[in-house]
């Protein structure tokens, strides 16, 4: 029997995106056929059809967006959520029996896994995107190249299909490459997008005085206080009021990151928050390792919290002593470095309203 052949082949790319209700999801993906592309929607039982013929298609553009950066950081602060739900009524609960907190770590290191798988996933995946198709009277988004990596493939696949058709596709000499919000014209024809094509703008920097961050930077310094304090008085309260420390550091770190993307603060600022980040992560993970060491090698006299167990030892006092000098000099320096910043920011402000008032005199 002859085998039937297929008339559609399946281009890269699938993505599900939500919809305007509440837990409403809908599947994209695209089709490449004879003479034409198909975007196919699937939403439930009912599927919509959308054609584009090669020869009709004028332009793909690419921009890069900050869809992956923004996923980590949820994956992110939805663990802490989590991890502070579960945690809340263990730490509330008095008993001398340590199996339940045992299996309280087991859950959370299971939880914390495939958070960072997730995490790992995502970045792996590359670089998010929107990617919109152009013909002479339309401009089409396609939620399914949602990845540069793979619009780059489907292009790819596009490209001498669509060169084919027109016979009129323009041989580009320099290698297109995407930088940073900055979009990438795939052009399918001599001509460019019409000059009323709804084409992509790069994202305008905006100006941030930096406030949120000079509240990260005291926050570090109070934090950095409480480590050396550490060394010499440890107490319940003091294991809570480090506890909130920490929460309230990765809070101010997610609003200074949303605050910095696309501003004009200095490369420096922004390097600063990064290493901020990689301090309390690093920092978090020591902490947890070396007080499950600990409370293992000390099970004796459990105590009927964990918040009750002080830890002890020279290794201890080394890696408080280490993250406050850290904390402190990410502080201080940041410090400096914003306060640079605005005064730059006022200078030029001032030199402005200078030159405005000579012109207006003359």
């Given at each position: 029997m002859k085998r039937?052949?297929?008339?559609?082949?399946?281009?890269?790319g699938n993505m599900f995106t939500q919809q305007r209700r509440f837990l409403e999801y809908s599947m994209h993906s695209l089709w490449l056929g004879a003479d034409h592309v198909l975007d196919v929607r699937s939403r439930r039982f009912t599927e919509q059809y959308k054609r584009f013929y090669l020869k009709d298609i004028q332009a793909l553009v690419i921009s890069r967006t900050a869809g992956r950066r923004n996923k980590n950081l949820l994956l992110a602060a939805?663990?802490?959520?989590?991890?502070?739900?579960t945690a809340y009524p263990y730490w509330i609960w008095k008993s001398p029996n340590m199996k339940p907190f045992f299996l309280f770590l087991g859950f959370e290191a299971a939880l914390l896994l495939?958070?960072?798988?997730?995490?790992?996933?995502?970045?792996?995946?590359?670089?998010?995107?929107?990617?919109?198709?152009?013909?002479?009277?339309?401009?089409?988004?396609l939620p399914c190249l949602g990845r540069i990596r793979t619009a780059r493939k489907a292009i790819a696949i596009l490209k001498p299909?669509?060169?084919?058709?027109?016979?009129?596709?323009?041989?580009?000499?320099?290698?297109?490459?995407?930088?940073?919000?900055?979009?990438?014209?795939?052009?399918?024809?001599?001509?460019?997008?019409?000059?009323?094509?709804?084409a992509e703008r790069e994202r305008e920097t905006r100006h941030e005085d930096g406030q949120v961050h000079i509240l990260l930077y005291g926050w570090l310094l109070l934090s950095a206080f409480s480590d050396f304090i550490e060394i010499f008085h440890k107490s319940i309260s003091k294991n809570f009021l480090d506890m909130l420390l920490f929460l309230g550091l990765i809070l101010v770190l997610i609003f200074a990151f949303r605050r910095q993307s696309h501003s004009d603060l200095p490369?420096?600022?922004?390097?600063?928050?990064?290493?901020?980040?990689?301090?309390?992560?690093?920092?978090?993970?020591?902490?947890?390792?070396?007080?499950?060491?600990?409370?293992?090698?000390?099970m004796e006299a459990p105590p009927r919290s964990p918040l009750e167990f002080q830890l002890e030892g020279s290794i201890y006092d080394?890696?408080?002593?280490?993250?406050?000098v850290a904390q402190s000099l990410l502080a201080v320096v940041g410090l400096i470095l914003i306060f640079r910043h605005k005064m730059r920011n006022r200078?030029?402000?001032y030199a402005t309203a200078a030159v405005t008032a000579t012109d207006k005199g003359l």
């Open positions: 039937k052949q297929k008339i559609y082949r399946r281009l890269p939805s663990w802490a959520c989590i991890f502070i739900a495939a958070f960072l798988v997730s995490i790992l996933l995502n970045t792996f995946l590359g670089p998010t995107c929107k990617c919109r198709l152009y013909t002479a009277v339309q401009a089409e988004e299909l669509i060169e084919s058709a027109q016979a009129s596709l323009t041989e580009t000499k320099e290698e297109i490459d995407v930088l940073p919000d900055q979009p990438v014209l795939v052009q399918a024809s001599a001509h460019a997008l019409p000059q009323d094509a709804p490369r420096s600022v922004k390097s600063i928050t990064w290493l901020t980040l990689a301090v309390a992560v690093c920092s978090f993970f020591f902490g947890s390792i070396y007080g499950f060491i600990y409370m293992i090698q000390n080394g890696y408080c002593i280490a993250t406050g200078v030029a402000r």
